[in-house]
């Protein structure tokens, strides 16, 4: 049986697609036990430029992932190729761009779509919405960089039901760590075990997991 592939997308710059990546590939590795690869889609490469920090800082042999990058066409190809031998396989899509996001998205078993709690973030949202929806891909909006102001995010959680838009009700703060992690080709589970972080990375993936089997 082939392993889920589950495409990180959002249309709108700036949302921390590619830390997210980054941590749910290393939390499902951690926390399910699967072997699980990476694909790098944006051709910025932010996630091989992380990837190869986690080489230096961990080694070659002990990342606990696999690493491939694919442009356009090739993605979708690329990614049931990894399934083939991997229980996830995460991909990382370029921002604002449909053509090199569309056939990782086609080859996704599930869309994450990271969010930010605000409106203009909402109204954005929808591009990436309706992509996944063309090609019959669910997609699963996630809470990112959520600050502490309770209201603004119980508001932007109560629009998103509206919308009609599939959420997780796992989210994760405004958090230094994961960026910080980041530079160390790390993430916040390795990094900051103890941290609040660490503890909603944790319960992100157990929604995560139970929702996509």
Do not use: C
């Amino acid at each position: 049986m082939a392993g889920r592939i589950l495409t990180v997308a959002q249309q709108k710059g700036g949302s921390g697609k590619t830390t997210l990546a980054a941590h749910i590939a290393v939390a499902l590795g951690r926390m399910s036990g699967l072997p699980v690869a990476i694909l790098d889609v944006d051709p910025q490469g932010s996630l091989g430029t992380w990837f190869e920090a986690r080489e230096d800082s961990l080694g070659e042999d002990a990342t606990g992932l696999a690493f491939r990058t694919a442009s356009g066409w090739g993605s979708r190809r690329e990614a049931r190729s990894l399934a083939r031998d991997h229980g996830f396989v995460v991909v990382d899509t370029p921002p604002k761009t449909d053509t090199d996001a569309k056939p990782a998205i086609d080859a996704a078993d599930y869309v994450i779509v990271p969010i930010q709690p605000t409106p203009v973030d909402l109204w954005a949202t929808k591009q990436t919405i309706d992509l996944a929806a063309r090609e019959s891909t669910p997609a699963l909006l996630v809470l990112n960089r959520v600050p502490p102001r309770a209201s603004l995010t119980q508001e932007m959680a109560a629009a998103i039901a509206q919308s009609g838009y599939d959420a997780l009700t796992a989210r994760l703060g405004n958090r230094t760590g994961y960026a910080a992690s980041m530079g160390n080709g790390q993430t916040v589970m390795e990094a900051a075990p103890s941290s609040k972080a660490a503890a909603e990375m944790a319960t992100l993936i157990e929604e995560l997991t139970r929702r996509i089997g």
